[in-house]
């Protein structure tokens, strides 16, 4: 699953347009989802709007 959520990190730094939907839609894993925004958020790669849009698609916390 980490594998995974780094690659959806990686991916948006890279192809933005073409991983998006990934992470909009919801079509990850619950616990990859958020492990990819994570990664994302705290990669240098990701513009400040990128970083703020990616946390308005997190889950609710249970």
Same mark, same amino acid.
């Given at each position: ?9 990686? /991916?948006?730094?890279?192809?933005? @347009? /073409? ?16 492990? /990819?925004?994570?990664? /994302?958020? @705290? ?7 990128m970083k703020a849009d990616l946390k308005a698609c ?5």
């Open positions: 699953n980490m594998m995974v959520a780094w690659y959806f990190a990686t /991916a948006l730094a890279k192809q933005p @347009e /073409a991983t998006l939907p990934y992470i909009t839609e919801k079509r990850l894993p619950r616990w990859t989802h958020s492990k /990819a925004i994570q990664k /994302a958020v @705290e990669s240098f790669r990701i513009s400040p709007k997190r889950f609710a916390r249970r």
